[in-house]
Protein backbone atom coordinates (compact mmCIF):
# COMPACT_ATOMS: atom_id res chain seq x y z
CA UNK A 1 0.00 0.00 0.00
CA UNK A 2 1.34 3.22 -1.29
CA UNK A 3 2.17 5.71 1.73
CA UNK A 4 3.13 9.29 2.26
CA UNK A 5 6.42 9.28 4.54
CA UNK A 6 4.63 12.80 5.48
CA UNK A 7 1.61 11.68 7.65
CA UNK A 8 1.43 11.56 10.94
CA UNK A 9 3.80 8.85 12.80
CA UNK A 10 0.74 7.21 14.57
CA UNK A 11 -1.42 7.36 11.32
CA UNK A 12 2.01 5.98 8.92
CA UNK A 13 2.35 2.91 11.12
CA UNK A 14 -1.46 1.66 11.79
CA UNK A 15 -1.64 1.96 7.79
CA UNK A 16 1.30 0.23 7.41
CA UNK A 17 0.40 -2.37 10.22
CA UNK A 18 -3.20 -2.92 8.43
CA UNK A 19 -1.62 -3.38 5.39
CA UNK A 20 0.66 -6.32 6.47
CA UNK A 21 -2.38 -8.37 7.92
CA UNK A 22 -4.30 -10.87 5.31
CA UNK A 23 -7.13 -10.13 7.53
CA UNK A 24 -7.78 -6.94 7.38
CA UNK A 25 -10.07 -5.13 4.38
CA UNK A 26 -8.55 -2.96 3.25
CA UNK A 27 -10.71 0.14 2.10
CA UNK A 28 -7.58 2.69 2.39
CA UNK A 29 -4.95 3.11 -0.51
CA UNK A 30 -6.42 4.11 -3.48
CA UNK A 31 -5.30 1.15 -4.97
CA UNK A 32 -6.48 -0.61 -8.42
CA UNK A 33 -7.75 -3.87 -8.18
CA UNK A 34 -4.40 -6.14 -9.57
CA UNK A 35 -6.85 -8.31 -11.44
CA UNK A 36 -8.17 -5.88 -14.12
CA UNK A 37 -4.09 -5.30 -14.70
CA UNK A 38 -4.07 -6.31 -18.78
CA UNK A 39 -1.02 -9.19 -17.51
CA UNK A 40 -1.48 -11.23 -20.85
CA UNK A 41 -1.37 -8.45 -22.97
CA UNK A 42 1.71 -6.39 -20.84
CA UNK A 43 4.05 -10.34 -20.91
CA UNK A 44 3.48 -10.25 -24.27
CA UNK A 45 4.12 -6.86 -24.92
CA UNK A 46 7.56 -6.90 -22.76
CA UNK A 47 8.92 -10.09 -25.37
CA UNK A 48 8.33 -8.27 -27.81
CA UNK A 49 10.34 -5.26 -26.88
CA UNK A 50 13.21 -7.47 -25.90
CA UNK A 51 13.17 -9.19 -29.27
CA UNK A 52 12.70 -6.40 -31.31
CA UNK A 53 14.67 -3.60 -29.51
CA UNK A 54 17.37 -5.57 -27.87
CA UNK A 55 19.71 -3.71 -25.78
CA UNK A 56 18.34 -0.66 -27.31
CA UNK A 57 15.30 -1.18 -24.35
CA UNK A 58 17.81 -1.21 -21.91
CA UNK A 59 19.90 1.94 -22.99
CA UNK A 60 19.31 5.75 -21.77
CA UNK A 61 17.01 7.64 -22.95
CA UNK A 62 16.42 11.53 -23.22
CA UNK A 63 14.66 13.36 -20.94
CA UNK A 64 11.43 13.99 -23.26
CA UNK A 65 10.93 10.51 -23.14
CA UNK A 66 10.28 7.47 -26.14
CA UNK A 67 8.99 9.22 -29.16
CA UNK A 68 6.55 6.68 -29.81
CA UNK A 69 4.88 6.43 -26.33
CA UNK A 70 4.98 10.20 -26.68
CA UNK A 71 2.91 10.54 -29.71
CA UNK A 72 0.50 7.99 -28.56
CA UNK A 73 0.05 10.48 -25.55
CA UNK A 74 -0.56 13.34 -27.56
CA UNK A 75 -2.96 12.16 -29.62
CA UNK A 76 -4.71 10.69 -26.10
CA UNK A 77 -4.47 14.32 -24.88
CA UNK A 78 -5.55 16.44 -27.57
CA UNK A 79 -8.57 18.54 -27.38
CA UNK A 80 -10.30 20.77 -29.65
CA UNK A 81 -9.07 23.96 -27.73
CA UNK A 82 -5.57 22.24 -27.44
CA UNK A 83 -4.03 20.26 -30.42
CA UNK A 84 -0.89 18.48 -29.16
CA UNK A 85 1.79 16.85 -30.98
CA UNK A 86 4.33 14.67 -29.38
CA UNK A 87 6.92 17.58 -28.92
CA UNK A 88 4.80 18.62 -26.55
CA UNK A 89 4.81 15.55 -24.22
CA UNK A 90 7.01 15.43 -21.33
CA UNK A 91 7.17 11.58 -19.95
CA UNK A 92 7.80 11.48 -16.27
CA UNK A 93 8.33 8.91 -13.15
CA UNK A 94 4.57 8.90 -12.60
CA UNK A 95 1.91 11.51 -12.01
CA UNK A 96 3.72 12.58 -8.49
CA UNK A 97 7.11 13.69 -10.38
CA UNK A 98 4.38 15.54 -13.34
CA UNK A 99 3.13 17.51 -10.28
CA UNK A 100 6.75 18.73 -8.51
CA UNK A 101 7.97 19.16 -11.77
CA UNK A 102 5.18 21.94 -12.21
CA UNK A 103 5.25 23.15 -9.08
CA UNK A 104 9.44 23.62 -9.49
CA UNK A 105 8.60 25.70 -12.67
CA UNK A 106 5.90 27.77 -11.41
CA UNK A 107 7.73 28.44 -7.90
CA UNK A 108 3.79 29.58 -6.72
CA UNK A 109 3.92 31.87 -3.81
CA UNK A 110 0.54 30.07 -2.87
CA UNK A 111 -1.02 27.26 -4.24
CA UNK A 112 -5.30 26.91 -4.51
CA UNK A 113 -6.64 23.48 -4.42
CA UNK A 114 -10.05 22.69 -3.48
CA UNK A 115 -11.62 22.15 0.23
CA UNK A 116 -10.35 18.25 -0.38
CA UNK A 117 -7.70 17.22 -2.24
CA UNK A 118 -4.71 14.31 -3.20
CA UNK A 119 -2.37 14.59 -0.02
CA UNK A 120 0.82 13.57 -1.71
CA UNK A 121 0.36 17.09 -3.59
CA UNK A 122 -0.05 18.59 0.10
CA UNK A 123 2.84 16.90 1.36
CA UNK A 124 4.81 17.80 -1.77
CA UNK A 125 4.03 21.38 -1.03
CA UNK A 126 5.07 21.21 2.59
CA UNK A 127 8.48 19.82 1.45
CA UNK A 128 8.94 22.39 -1.21
CA UNK A 129 7.98 25.45 1.56
CA UNK A 130 5.07 26.25 -0.22
CA UNK A 131 1.45 27.08 1.11
CA UNK A 132 -1.69 25.54 0.09
CA UNK A 133 -4.54 26.98 0.40
CA UNK A 134 -8.57 26.15 -0.43
CA UNK A 135 -9.34 29.89 -0.45
CA UNK A 136 -9.69 31.96 -4.07
CA UNK A 137 -6.27 33.89 -3.33
CA UNK A 138 -3.22 31.95 -4.86
CA UNK A 139 -0.76 32.51 -8.16
CA UNK A 140 -1.45 28.75 -8.94
CA UNK A 141 -4.15 26.42 -8.81
CA UNK A 142 -4.32 22.60 -8.39
CA UNK A 143 -7.42 20.49 -9.95
CA UNK A 144 -8.65 17.23 -10.57
CA UNK A 145 -11.38 18.92 -13.18
CA UNK A 146 -13.05 15.63 -14.33
CA UNK A 147 -13.20 13.34 -11.15
CA UNK A 148 -11.40 14.19 -8.07
CA UNK A 149 -9.49 12.18 -4.97
CA UNK A 150 -11.03 12.06 -2.68
CA UNK A 151 -14.84 12.20 -3.56
CA UNK A 152 -14.72 10.67 -6.79
CA UNK A 153 -16.85 14.18 -7.94
CA UNK A 154 -15.90 17.03 -11.11
CA UNK A 155 -14.24 19.90 -10.27
CA UNK A 156 -17.19 22.12 -7.72
CA UNK A 157 -17.90 25.33 -10.10
CA UNK A 158 -17.14 27.71 -7.78
CA UNK A 159 -13.40 26.52 -7.80
CA UNK A 160 -13.06 26.35 -11.61
CA UNK A 161 -14.08 29.60 -12.02
CA UNK A 162 -11.51 30.63 -9.30
CA UNK A 163 -8.96 28.69 -11.88
CA UNK A 164 -9.27 31.53 -14.79
CA UNK A 165 -7.37 33.45 -12.74
CA UNK A 166 -3.68 32.00 -12.48
CA UNK A 167 -2.04 28.94 -13.90
CA UNK A 168 -3.59 25.86 -13.62
CA UNK A 169 -2.27 22.23 -12.86
CA UNK A 170 -4.52 19.95 -14.04
CA UNK A 171 -4.24 16.27 -12.87
CA UNK A 172 -6.52 13.67 -14.95
CA UNK A 173 -5.62 10.75 -12.86
CA UNK A 174 -9.30 9.66 -12.63
CA UNK A 175 -10.33 11.42 -15.81
CA UNK A 176 -10.84 8.04 -17.87
CA UNK A 177 -12.09 6.71 -15.11
CA UNK A 178 -15.97 8.27 -15.19
CA UNK A 179 -18.88 5.52 -14.49
CA UNK A 180 -20.27 7.27 -17.51
CA UNK A 181 -17.80 6.86 -19.93
CA UNK A 182 -17.34 10.81 -20.75
CA UNK A 183 -13.92 11.24 -22.18
CA UNK A 184 -14.23 15.14 -22.85
CA UNK A 185 -11.21 17.58 -20.94
CA UNK A 186 -12.00 20.32 -19.36
CA UNK A 187 -10.62 23.36 -20.43
CA UNK A 188 -8.52 25.23 -18.34
CA UNK A 189 -6.84 28.39 -19.04
CA UNK A 190 -3.14 28.12 -19.00
CA UNK A 191 -3.06 24.31 -18.14
CA UNK A 192 -0.13 22.19 -16.97
CA UNK A 193 -1.93 19.12 -17.94
CA UNK A 194 -0.85 15.74 -15.85
CA UNK A 195 -1.75 12.30 -16.83
CA UNK A 196 -0.59 8.74 -15.22
CA UNK A 197 -1.14 5.43 -16.37
CA UNK A 198 -1.57 3.89 -12.48
CA UNK A 199 -4.96 4.05 -12.29
CA UNK A 200 -5.54 2.37 -15.44
CA UNK A 201 -2.78 -0.04 -16.25
CA UNK A 202 -0.90 -0.54 -13.16
CA UNK A 203 0.83 2.12 -10.95
CA UNK A 204 4.14 -0.29 -10.73
CA UNK A 205 5.06 1.00 -14.14
CA UNK A 206 5.45 4.69 -12.71
CA UNK A 207 4.60 6.16 -16.15
CA UNK A 208 3.06 9.22 -16.27
CA UNK A 209 3.77 12.91 -18.45
CA UNK A 210 3.53 16.33 -17.70
CA UNK A 211 2.45 18.89 -21.07
CA UNK A 212 3.73 22.29 -20.15
CA UNK A 213 2.62 25.75 -21.93
CA UNK A 214 5.20 25.49 -24.74
CA UNK A 215 6.82 28.35 -23.51
CA UNK A 216 7.66 26.29 -20.57
CA UNK A 217 8.85 23.20 -22.22
CA UNK A 218 13.02 23.63 -21.96
CA UNK A 219 12.46 24.65 -18.45
CA UNK A 220 10.85 21.42 -17.59
CA UNK A 221 13.37 19.41 -19.69
CA UNK A 222 16.09 21.10 -17.65
CA UNK A 223 14.40 20.66 -14.25
CA UNK A 224 13.37 16.63 -15.32
CA UNK A 225 17.48 16.19 -16.74
CA UNK A 226 18.48 17.35 -13.07
CA UNK A 227 16.06 15.39 -11.50
CA UNK A 228 16.76 11.95 -12.86
CA UNK A 229 17.97 11.98 -16.35
CA UNK A 230 14.95 10.23 -17.92
CA UNK A 231 11.49 7.81 -16.93
CA UNK A 232 12.23 4.01 -17.08
CA UNK A 233 13.06 3.39 -20.65
CA UNK A 234 12.19 -0.18 -20.42
CA UNK A 235 8.83 0.36 -19.03
CA UNK A 236 8.37 3.67 -21.49
CA UNK A 237 9.06 0.93 -24.45
CA UNK A 238 7.14 -1.91 -23.26
CA UNK A 239 4.14 0.81 -22.59
CA UNK A 240 4.05 1.81 -26.31
CA UNK A 241 4.14 -2.04 -27.49
CA UNK A 242 1.50 -2.78 -24.89
CA UNK A 243 -0.66 0.05 -25.97
CA UNK A 244 -0.35 -0.18 -29.70
CA UNK A 245 -1.63 -3.91 -28.94
CA UNK A 246 -4.26 -3.43 -26.34
CA UNK A 247 -7.47 -2.11 -27.16
CA UNK A 248 -7.45 0.63 -24.40
CA UNK A 249 -10.87 2.10 -24.65
CA UNK A 250 -12.34 -1.32 -24.44
CA UNK A 251 -10.23 -2.20 -21.29
CA UNK A 252 -11.54 1.28 -19.70
CA UNK A 253 -14.92 0.00 -20.09
CA UNK A 254 -14.29 -2.94 -18.33
CA UNK A 255 -12.51 -0.76 -16.03
CA UNK A 256 -15.48 1.87 -15.24
CA UNK A 257 -18.12 -1.30 -14.93
CA UNK A 258 -16.24 -2.85 -12.39
CA UNK A 259 -15.64 0.35 -10.10
CA UNK A 260 -18.95 1.19 -10.85
CA UNK A 261 -20.95 -1.49 -9.23
CA UNK A 262 -18.03 -1.62 -6.54
CA UNK A 263 -19.04 2.08 -5.93
CA UNK A 264 -22.91 1.15 -5.72
CA UNK A 265 -21.76 -2.03 -3.59
CA UNK A 266 -19.93 0.65 -0.99
CA UNK A 267 -22.83 3.48 -0.96
CA UNK A 268 -24.97 0.63 -0.53
CA UNK A 269 -23.40 -1.04 2.58
CA UNK A 270 -22.57 2.88 4.31
CA UNK A 271 -26.50 3.53 4.29
CA UNK A 272 -27.49 0.01 5.99
CA UNK A 273 -24.78 -0.35 8.44
CA UNK A 274 -23.70 3.49 9.27
CA UNK A 275 -27.34 5.73 8.21
CA UNK A 276 -25.81 8.44 10.22
CA UNK A 277 -22.89 9.24 8.39
CA UNK A 278 -23.33 11.06 4.74
CA UNK A 279 -21.59 11.24 1.78
CA UNK A 280 -22.15 12.17 -2.21
CA UNK A 281 -22.21 9.36 -4.42
CA UNK A 282 -19.34 9.15 -6.84
CA UNK A 283 -19.09 9.62 -10.16
CA UNK A 284 -16.12 8.10 -11.07
CA UNK A 285 -12.74 7.16 -9.73
CA UNK A 286 -11.91 5.49 -6.50
CA UNK A 287 -13.53 6.68 -3.32
CA UNK A 288 -16.25 7.91 -0.97
CA UNK A 289 -15.49 10.55 1.14
CA UNK A 290 -17.74 10.24 4.19
CA UNK A 291 -18.61 13.07 6.69
CA UNK A 292 -19.62 10.69 10.40
CA UNK A 293 -20.77 14.20 11.67
CA UNK A 294 -19.19 13.37 14.98
CA UNK A 295 -15.98 14.96 16.18
CA UNK A 296 -13.20 13.26 17.68
CA UNK A 297 -9.54 11.62 17.45
CA UNK A 298 -9.22 10.01 13.87
CA UNK A 299 -6.00 8.09 15.21
CA UNK A 300 -8.31 6.27 17.77
CA UNK A 301 -10.71 5.28 15.41
CA UNK A 302 -8.15 3.85 12.72
CA UNK A 303 -6.87 1.80 15.81
CA UNK A 304 -10.46 0.73 16.53
CA UNK A 305 -10.84 -0.14 12.63
CA UNK A 306 -7.61 -1.99 12.72
CA UNK A 307 -9.22 -4.08 15.83
CA UNK A 308 -11.92 -4.98 13.77
CA UNK A 309 -10.08 -5.56 10.16
CA UNK A 310 -10.37 -3.24 8.32
CA UNK A 311 -8.75 0.33 7.51
CA UNK A 312 -9.62 3.47 5.40
CA UNK A 313 -7.93 6.89 5.19
CA UNK A 314 -8.26 9.36 7.69
CA UNK A 315 -10.07 12.60 6.05
CA UNK A 316 -7.37 15.08 7.91
CA UNK A 317 -4.75 13.91 5.36
CA UNK A 318 -7.14 15.61 2.30
CA UNK A 319 -7.38 18.85 3.85
CA UNK A 320 -5.43 22.05 4.21
CA UNK A 321 -7.17 23.07 7.33
CA UNK A 322 -8.77 20.55 10.07
CA UNK A 323 -12.67 20.15 9.64
CA UNK A 324 -14.62 19.93 12.64
CA UNK A 325 -16.07 16.39 12.41
CA UNK A 326 -14.01 12.90 12.05
CA UNK A 327 -13.59 12.22 8.00
CA UNK A 328 -13.36 9.23 6.07
CA UNK A 329 -12.04 7.97 2.52
CA UNK A 330 -13.25 4.22 1.94
CA UNK A 331 -11.72 2.99 -1.64
CA UNK A 332 -13.91 0.74 -2.96
CA UNK A 333 -10.86 0.01 -5.97
CA UNK A 334 -9.62 -2.81 -4.59
CA UNK A 335 -11.86 -5.07 -3.16
CA UNK A 336 -14.93 -7.34 -4.19
CA UNK A 337 -18.60 -6.25 -3.60
CA UNK A 338 -19.04 -9.18 -0.79
CA UNK A 339 -15.73 -7.87 0.77
CA UNK A 340 -16.97 -4.55 0.81
CA UNK A 341 -19.55 -5.13 2.64
CA UNK A 342 -17.89 -7.11 5.23
CA UNK A 343 -15.19 -4.19 5.31
CA UNK A 344 -18.08 -1.70 6.15
CA UNK A 345 -19.94 -4.05 8.66
CA UNK A 346 -16.54 -4.30 10.80
CA UNK A 347 -16.64 -0.44 10.22
CA UNK A 348 -19.40 -0.08 11.48
CA UNK A 349 -18.53 -2.30 14.89
CA UNK A 350 -15.64 -0.09 15.42
CA UNK A 351 -17.71 2.91 15.59
CA UNK A 352 -19.67 1.38 17.90
CA UNK A 353 -16.50 0.82 20.08
CA UNK A 354 -15.49 3.96 19.26
CA UNK A 355 -18.13 6.18 20.41
CA UNK A 356 -19.39 4.20 23.32
CA UNK A 357 -15.41 4.34 24.46
CA UNK A 358 -15.29 8.16 23.89
CA UNK A 359 -19.01 8.90 25.47
CA UNK A 360 -17.30 6.77 28.38
CA UNK A 361 -14.71 9.39 28.70
CA UNK A 362 -16.73 12.18 28.07
CA UNK A 363 -18.88 11.00 31.28
CA UNK A 364 -15.92 10.68 33.72
CA UNK A 365 -14.45 14.36 32.59
CA UNK A 366 -17.82 15.77 33.64
CA UNK A 367 -17.65 13.78 36.53
CA UNK A 368 -14.40 15.35 37.64
CA UNK A 369 -14.98 18.94 36.74
CA UNK A 370 -18.33 18.25 38.94
CA UNK A 371 -16.59 17.31 41.78
CA UNK A 372 -13.74 19.94 41.46
CA UNK A 373 -16.17 22.50 41.17
CA UNK A 374 -18.06 21.74 44.17
CA UNK A 375 -18.23 24.13 47.25
CA UNK A 376 -15.58 23.30 49.97
CA UNK A 377 -18.79 22.68 52.91
CA UNK A 378 -19.78 20.34 49.90
CA UNK A 379 -17.06 18.17 49.87
CA UNK A 380 -16.48 17.88 53.70
CA UNK A 381 -19.75 17.08 55.05
Not at 153 to 182: C, K, T, V
Request: overall charge positive; some cysteine.
Amino acid sequence: MKRCPTEPPAIDALQRACAARADVIGLAGGLPDPALFPRAAMHAAMDAVVRARGLGAFQYGWPEGDGRLREWLARRLSSPGRPLGAEDVVVTAGAQQAIALAVDALAPARVGVGAATYPALLALLRARGVPATDGPRASVFYAMPEIGNPEGLPMDRGFARALGRAPAIADGAYAELRFDGASARAELARPWTVFTFAKTLCPGLRIGCLVPPRERRAQVLRLKHVADLQASGLGQCMLAELLARLDYDEHLARLRAVYARRAEALADSLRRHLPSWSFREPAGGFSIFVDTHEPGDDVALLAAASAQGVSFDPGRLFRVRPHETLELRLCFSNASERRIDQGVARLARAWTAFTSRARAADARRRCRARRTTRPPSARSS
